[in-house]
């Protein structure tokens, strides 16, 4: 006969999670404060590299635009291919440890390769950078007018169990957006860095 806990209400070493329909083997990346501090340093840094180029209002003028995808696990080869030639520099590949190398290296890259960076959930820059395969357009995701290619890449991207979330900036009007789990938080060029450059340091 299994022993139940001093309140009797279940077996003991039962949990409560379980009983309410919740993985108790789930990591939950994202509430990490590492994992946090990640998407944010990213995020700023898309920011930086947005805020560095001053010709947004010229009409036929494309600025450095950039994809994110913060993935956990050793491989991405089941949903993404190499983009041949498209490497990160021999340099700045630990944003949480040395963020100014960082950014020198992601501005060379969103202003000189295509295909999207990956960085891993403990918070290193893969060298490869790569196309995501999308098979097709998924119609319950929220697509909206202004996303192009990068953006409903980076959407679907984000629905997957093996990525934590995507980042993009926009070459086309410097929009820096965070997708995650389908869902996203885009901002206005006009609008980027107010909190943080009034004083709020991030996180």
């Avoid at 039962?14 to 509430?31: E, F, R």
């Avoid at 840094?45 to 001053?54: K, Q, V």
């Avoid at 979330?165 to 860095?193: I, K, Q, W």
């Amino acid at each position: 006969m299994p022993t139940v806990d001093s309140d009797g209400d279940r077996p003991a070493g039962a949990n409560a999670d379980t009983d309410a329909g919740v993985d108790p083997l789930h990591i939950d990346y994202p509430s990490h404060t590492r994992v946090e501090r990640l998407l944010a340093t990213l995020r700023y840094t898309l920011e930086e590299i947005s805020l560095g180029f001053d010709r947004w209002d010229e009409s036929r003028v494309y600025g450095p635009g950039m994809y994110v995808a913060v993935v956990v696990g050793p491989s991405i080869r089941s949903f993404a291919d190499p983009m041949g030639a498209n490497v990160w520099p021999d340099h700045g590949r630990l944003p949480l440890e040395a963020p100014e190398t960082f950014l020198e290296a992601a501005t060379t890259v969103a202003y000189g390769c295509d295909g999207a960076t990956v960085v891993s959930v403990d918070g290193v820059v893969s060298e490869q950078l790569v196309r995501f395969r999308m098979e097709e357009i998924d119609p319950d995701l929220a697509y909206q007018p202004w996303m192009g290619a990068r953006h409903m890449s980076a959407l679907d991207v984000s629905t997957r169990s093996d990525v934590i979330a995507t980042l993009t900036v926009s070459e086309e009007t410097g929009r820096v957006t965070v997708f995650e789990d389908g869902a996203y938080e885009s901002v206005e060029r006009t609008a980027l860095g107010r909190s943080w450059r009034t004083g709020e340091e991030p996180v």
